[in-house]
């Protein structure tokens, strides 16, 4: 007698039942509360650079949606690209820990727009912000390191579902339409590590790309457009093509989806670098104010996880002299050094005349790792560095945590002093931060969604 075993149901039709009737507690209400200041004062703090000059430029159409410190209104599709990609742009924004992964430029971005286009208010925007960063942070755990592995970008790839399921949820729309919306959204992701290379600004690109792709998406759905229910547990599916390394666990994924929010532990970051060299930096600072000076020392050995050497350590002699500013944001030699040197790593230190300063190549010239196979990563990011000094003496530092994280959150004062810091390297001040400090709390509050004030 044959017994007929029944399949479980595909990935897409468990995060669309999700997306589309999710109510988030207010615990992950608060941590949305935190993205949206910080990803709109992050994109204002960018509107002068190089970069989102060129993305705005190539916007092709006028709308009502605003583009994050410019006058200038755009489309939906064109205001999603460019505020994604100025708020990732200084790698200054949110993290998780266990991905990494960067929920809030694409996240918030994707949703914000839609919002503005569709007339939505601010209960739309948190419940949507809610779910694509939940489900972002969790298909991210599904096949850790694989992504990277196969020369992806984790941000770009998921950034795309989860910004589809974020559109969906602020809509409205019902479990069938978000599945389809899901399904084409793998059709749509895409991103390459190889800014590595030479620090270009392709990295910066995957957020917009990714929050343009999740609008794209959820509006092809809700059109009647139609993609594969099987988009990430296929035999051609999304983690087979993204991260074929690793049989993919959907355990994280799926396990107390919507009964326990991962998003309450996303991290905010204290400096406006990659996010494996933070608690380097913290290590750095620990050192320099232990009384010790760039000239006496002799070496710096620093144990790190296996996972993070082949983008933040090698080629090692080019992480010690990076090209230019954007390049030392993802060099653990230039971070260490420029940290010790001036006890911060914000915006100014990552300019590319700051990384060619003499004093700070040589101190990163000093520093070299070695493989911890007892490394946490990626369930968990820390620092250690170890100092050989002239006299013989060692000097020893370990960050057990990253700062920002659950373990240690950067307290309320500390995320309002970088959100008016940001705010005002864009160029605002005073009572414009004023106004739009109010205006994104009333978003978070549940009502009006307006920007204007975002608008310069």
Avoid at 116 to 126: H, I, P, S, T
Wanted: glycine share 10%; charged share 20%.
């Amino acid at each position: 007698m044959n017994v007929a075993v029944s399949k479980p149901a595909p990935v897409a039709t468990t995060l669309a039942a999700f997306a589309a009737s999710a109510v988030p507690p207010a615990a992950a209400r608060a941590t949305c509360r935190q993205l949206i200041f910080d990803i709109v004062a992050l994109a204002v703090a960018a509107r002068d650079t190089d970069y989102v000059k060129a993305a705005l430029g190539s916007a092709a159409d006028e709308g009502d949606c605003t583009a994050f410190g410019h006058a200038r209104k755009l489309g939906l599709y064109d205001a999603a690209l460019v505020n994604g990609t100025a708020a990732h742009g200084e790698d200054y924004d949110d993290t998780f820990e266990g991905g990494p992964i960067h929920a809030g430029a694409v996240i918030v971005s994707a949703v914000l727009a839609i919002a503005e286009q569709r007339k939505l208010d601010g209960e739309a925007v948190m419940r949507g912000i809610a779910v694509g960063t939940e489900l972002m942070c969790r298909m991210s755990l599904v096949a850790p390191q694989a992504t990277h592995k196969a020369s992806f970008h984790p941000t770009a790839i998921f950034g795309a579902p989860a910004a589809a399921a974020a559109v969906g949820a602020a809509l409205g729309q019902d479990a069938e339409t978000i599945v389809r919306a899901l399904g084409i959204s793998g059709s749509l992701a895409s991103g390459i590590i190889e800014y590595l290379a030479d620090g270009s600004s392709t990295k910066r690109l995957h957020a917009g790309a990714a929050a343009q792709a999740g609008l794209r998406a959820a509006l092809l759905a809700e059109g009647g457009f139609t993609g594969p229910i099987t988009v990430f547990d296929g035999t051609n599916g999304m983690y087979k093509a993204f991260a074929p390394s690793k049989t993919p666990d959907f355990a994280p994924l799926l396990d107390g989806l919507g009964e326990s929010w991962v998003l309450e532990t996303l991290a905010f970051k204290p400096y406006a670098c990659g996010t494996m060299t933070q608690p380097f930096i913290d290590c750095a600072i620990k050192l320099a104010k232990s009384g010790v000076a760039a000239d006496d020392i002799v070496s710096i050995t620093c144990n790190v996880g296996e996972g993070t050497v082949h983008r933040l350590w090698e080629p090692l002699a080019k992480k010690h002299q990076p090209p230019n500013g954007y390049a030392g944001k993802f060099s653990t030699p230039y971070c260490i050094a420029v940290g010790f040197t001036d006890g911060q790593a914000g915006l100014g230190q990552f300019t590319d005349e700051r990384v060619k300063d003499p004093a700070l190549r040589a101190l990163a010239a000093k520093v070299s790792y070695e493989i911890d196979p007892n490394d946490p990563y990626p369930r968990g990011y820390t620092g250690h560095v170890k100092a050989v000094l002239k006299d013989g003496s060692i000097r020893e530092f370990r960050q057990p945590h990253m700062r920002g994280g659950a373990h240690e959150p950067l307290p309320d004062a500390e995320l309002q002093a970088k959100f008016e810091a940001n705010l005002g390297f864009g160029g605002l001040t005073g009572e414009r931060i004023d106004a739009l400090r109010s205006a994104l709390g009333r978003i978070a509050d549940g009502g009006a969604v307006d920007l204007s004030a975002a608008r310069l």
